[in-house]
């Protein structure tokens, strides 16, 4: 039980004052001692955390709950009363009793409010009205209303701030500005301006003036405008692009589509293949005339981006284009990869790019010469009032009036406008002899406090079509005319009318003529303001009625954009289809190499999973979902990541209460490589003999496959280099591209690529450099060939680390190249963290020590930031020896020593050896031979307890110039004689050995 009164005020949080312990309850006074404006609120945030506390209290044989009572009204406080723990403030007025009955009425676990607390906290909250009650105490039956859980609508306060204007005002020196890029940009000198600014401030308004200025001129516009709800979804500002352009009609079929994309692209003669990628990323089927390319995911996505580019080339050599990128802070990742493109190819194109984006967007082009930063400020005063003035179409309004906007609007052009419209509409003013005068005095409260109150005003004012609005909101920032008529039922005539009435207000732009008319709110802003006006269980069913519709009217869409389904059922609370979506979108994702886009969307379908009943089947689904999620995490958030690790602990439990099914084998092996990643050796080994004697026990094929691969890795780490061939060996004697595919599918890799890689760095290791080197170059190429990317990233890695090994330095930076263009273009910050410290280290051997160091250290940095260790010992020797190169040796000395150290940790001892050869010689260098000598002994004993010939030829041949140097010639000989024969042996013979061992 707990009882709350708060003193009269709304909005946010501060503290209350514990009046009195009552038993099991207990009295709480917000705005007592010391009133604020936010007590009501931060009475109710109390009341809701204390049931959560009380609830997840650890009580055995009892089920803990509370309830909370919340009244707001004056009240006197007098002196105190009472003795001990019943002493309280003495409190007179009806305000405690009431909050005292409520809490006897709520429910265990319930949060239930008086009137005027309601009013005060407005939508901060939702709530179930629970209708007027009988209170003890009380003559009348009060309204009360039970708080449900806090809502967003207070936190979109600032979001709510801004939109299109229809006049530009006080912003000449930005035009000015886009004018002189226009005029380089046509002379074949391509410009990108980047406009950022907060909501509101005339992004979108600032581009449109510049069109109007350059609309008698020859050029092409291309308009792009990303999307809050599709994120997700790759590319798809391009390919809403192209539908507008192409003229699309929602019942085209596809061959007409076709043909109206056919004449669309005809000018600009572009091979088949070009085409036929577009009309496939239009969700159109290949034809004859433009079959599609077999291509791998991938390249696919490569040459779709060079196809778009190429297109974007043929329009600038027939005239210049204006580029309009809006909203860039909502794009989704694959359309942000075409940005980086675009930006890089205009600068010799006369092309002129906009990029509009809030604060929050950081931009990765700043500093480049043909870019230029736009940042939007808000109107001064002088222009504010202009903008007034303007919009009330130079009929003067009274000065009062015109202060109030002008204070109260904070210099945002939208909120000027929409403020504005409210007044002239709000029935206070009236025309006299050209200019307004109020008809009364002016209520202190006749302007809107907010901009979303004033675009709710505008609605209500047109009572007759604001539900066709929020239909339309529901839908988007636009909607087409035959998706809205199946969904609202209005009579055909009836339906226009409305429409045309909504246009009219200037809420809503309208596109083309009915059917084929496509409706714009005019800003974000004034669609979120209508969405938001809706009730939860009108918005539920509305967003249900609409995937339904389009299921109906558009099915095409169900396979090639499912996350737009998916999006409509999540907001209808219809959980089961809204999963079944979002594991569709996710995978068609990964198929796309939109890897970003699909973690996002298996983070959503199991975000809708956690809403139904814990029930076998629903297990089953969540252990799916944890399996693609563990994939596609490792590689954008790293091995080692702990989103990497709570994926597949959430995968191996919710594996064994299944019984283990084979199909999921691929949770021991996510979980092994994850621990593996840590520096967490000992667990991997043991997950890998788990797995490899469960799938021997059920003669599963694929699971051999991952057990012998990951197993394979694992003894790699540790340094046991024979055995790790043996196991990467016969993943590639049993895996069939064709009947494994699964594994691809789930374990998120290509197992023929990366045994082969791994097989590469065992082999030199072994003494084989030239085979070694052999494997990893099939592995990359295999990869490219596949075009999966997250292998080719893994191959690129191994393959980078084999080339520092080996000391080949040119094909290093070409490899270290590669693995971060790849790394940086598909978000994978764990491999273009590992490429970062590669190129870091040709920098040190060219001579940059300085720059070199530093990116060594912050490559390092970055790396383990994912939580990974496994190779930071030989990332550390790397910059140990930067640091010997430098002259820096007590430095490099005590970095050999901690990498030492986690070598001993981890039991990462593959690199052991020459950790140990490093410090003897850095010793040697000191001039302690003694304690070189120990250490060059014991590097070549780890290496021949390892079979490690390529370890043991360097210590031979370290300790064998120690004996030279001291005039021990034979023994120097001696030293190095053994391995020396071993490497001018056949490699027959060679093979025997290991193979009797």
């Known amino acids: 039980m707990l009882t709350i009164v708060p003193s009269p005020g709304a909005v946010t949080s501060l503290g209350g004052f514990v009046a009195k312990y009552m038993g099991d309850g207990v009295l709480v006074y917000f705005g007592y001692p010391q009133a604020h404006e936010d007590d009501a609120e931060h009475a109710i945030r109390a009341g809701l955390g204390a049931i959560d506390a009380v609830s997840r209290l650890n009580v055995e044989s009892i089920k803990l709950q509370a309830r909370v009572g919340i009244a707001t009204g004056l009240v006197v406080v007098g002196d105190l009363i009472g003795e001990g723990s019943a002493q309280e403030q003495s409190v007179v007025g009806e305000t405690p009793n009431l909050a005292s009955r409520l809490q006897a009425l709520a429910a265990p676990d319930a949060v239930v409010i008086a009137a005027a607390t309601r009013r005060l906290v407005g939508d901060l909250f939702e709530y179930r009205d629970l209708g007027a009650v009988e209170v003890k105490g009380i003559a009348e039956p009060v309204p009360a209303w039970q708080v449900l859980h806090p809502t967003e609508v207070a936190s979109r306060f600032e979001a709510l701030r801004g939109s299109v204007l229809s006049r530009l005002v006080g912003r000449d020196e930005e035009m000015d500005l886009l004018t002189q890029r226009w005029a380089r940009a046509k002379s074949g000198e391509g410009q990108v301006v980047l406009v950022s600014g907060e909501p509101g401030l005339g992004k979108s308004r600032i581009t449109v003036a510049l069109e109007k200025l350059v609309q008698a001129e020859p050029y092409f516009r291309q308009r792009y405008f990303c999307s809050p709800y599709r994120q997700d979804s790759a590319l798809y500002p391009l390919i809403d692009q192209m539908a507008r352009a192409a003229r699309f009609v929602t019942l085209d079929p596809p061959s007409s589509k076709l043909e109206k994309l056919e004449a669309l692209l005809a000018r600009d003669s572009p091979p088949d293949e070009d085409i036929a990628l577009i009309a496939d990323l239009l969700s159109m089927p290949s034809s004859e005339r433009h079959p599609l390319p077999n291509l791998s995911p991938q390249r696919k996505k490569e040459r779709t981006l060079e196809a778009l580019i190429g297109r974007l080339e043929s329009l600038a050599r027939r005239r210049p284009v204006l580029i309009i990128f809006e909203d860039a802070h909502w794009i989704d990742p694959t359309s942000r990869e075409l940005l980086d493109l675009t930006v890089e190819r205009v600068r010799n194109m006369p092309v002129l790019m906009l990029v509009t984006f809030r604060p929050e967007f950081q931009p990765p082009w700043t500093g480049e010469p043909h870019v230029t930063m736009l940042v939007l400020n808000r109107l001064d005063h002088r222009s504010r009032t202009a903008l007034v003035r303007q919009i009330v179409g130079g009929k003067p309004l009274p000065d009062d009036v015109v202060a109030q906007i002008v204070e109260r609007t904070d210099g945002v052009p939208l909120f000027i406008e929409e403020l504005t419209k409210s007044v002239l509409e709000s029935g206070l003013l009236r025309e006299e002899e050209g200019r307004y005068v109020l008809d009364g005095p002016l209520p202190p409260l006749a302007i809107p406090i907010s901009l979303h109150a004033s675009l709710l005003a505008r609605l209500d004012r047109l009572a007759s079509v604001r539900q066709l609005a929020q239909i339309g909101a529901a839908f988007g920032r636009w909607f087409r005319y035959t998706s809205i008529r199946a969904v609202c039922g209005l009579p055909e005539d009836e339906l226009q009318a409305s429409l045309a009435r909504l246009v009219a207000s200037e809420l809503v732009f309208q596109n083309g003529t009915p059917p084929d008319a496509i409706y714009t709110f005019k800003h974000a802003l004034v669609q979120d303001a209508a969405y938001t006006s809706l009730l939860r269980t009108t918005r539920q069913e509305l967003h249900r009625r609409i995937a339904e519709a389009l299921e109906t009217l558009s099915p095409e869409l169900i396979d ?37 886009e699909a973690a996002a969307q298996f983070q959503k379908g199991l975000d809708q999973l956690a809403l139904l009943p814990n029930t076998p089947e629903r297990q089953r689904q969540e252990l799916e979902f944890r399996i693609a999620s563990g994939a596609v995490l490792r590689a954008v958030k790293g ?136 494997r990893s170059n099939a592995a990359i190429a295999e990869a490219q060939r596949l075009a999966h990317v997250p292998s080719l990233a893994d191959s690129l890695a191994i393959g980078a680390r084999l080339l520092s090994l080996v000391g080949d330095d040119a094909a290093l930076g070409e490899r270290a190249d590669q693995l971060v263009s790849v790394a940086t273009e598909q978000g994978f910050p764990h491999w273009r963290a590992q490429g970062t410290i590669y190129r870091a280290w040709l920098k040190v051997k060219n001579g940059d020590m300085t720059e070199g160091k530093t990116l060594l250290r912050s490559g390092s940095t970055a790396y383990r930031a994912s939580g990974a260790e496994l190779y930071v010992p030989h990332y550390i020797d790397l910059l140990a020896a930067a640091c010997e190169i430098a002259g820096q040796v007590e430095e490099s000395l005590t970095l050999l020593c901690d990498a030492l150290q986690i070598v001993e940790r981890t039991g990462e001892r593959w690199f052991a050896a020459e950790l140990n050869r490093h410090k003897g010689q850095l010793l040697l260098r000191q001039g302690h031979s003694k304690a070189a000598e120990e250490l060059y002994y014991k590097a070549l004993g ?27 010639h034979v023994e120097a000989r001696d030293l190095l004689a053994p391995v020396y024969n071993w490497f001018t042996r056949p490699i027959s013979r060679k093979r025997r050995h290991y193979s009797t061992n």
């Open 639 to 774: 091995q080692a990541a702990a989103e990497t690790g709570r994926a597949y602990a959430r995968a191996r439990e919710l594996w064994d209460q299944l019984g283990s099914p084979s199909e999921f084998l691929q949770v021991p092996y996510g979980q092994s490589r994850y621990h593996a990643f840590r520096g967490e050796l000992d667990l991997a080994l043991r997950l890998d003999e788990d797995l490899l004697r469960l799938s021997h026990q059920r003669n599963d094929a694929a699971g051999l496959i991952l057990g012998h691969l990951s197993r394979g890795r694992s003894l790699m780490f540790v340094g046991s280099f024979a055995s790790s061939r043996t196991h990467l060996e016969e993943v590639l004697a049993l895996y069939d591209p064709i009947a494994h595919r699964s594994v691809v599918d789930q374990a998120g890799i290509l197992p023929q690529v990366i045994s082969q890689a791994w097989l590469g760095n065992a082999l030199f290791c072994l003494g084989f450099p030239g085979r070694s080197l052999a």
């Open 560 to 596: 090639s954009q499912p996350e737009f389904f998916a999006r409509h059922y999540i907001e209808a609370g219809l959980v089961e289809k809204s999963v079944f979506y979002l594991s569709k979108a996710g995978h068609n994702s990964v198929a796309r190499a939109a890897i970003a």
């Open 942 to 968: 780890i290496a021949q307890e390892q079979e490690a010939k390529l370890w043991e030829l360097r210590a031979a041949v370290s300790l064998a110039r120690l004996r030279r140097d001291q005039s021990r």
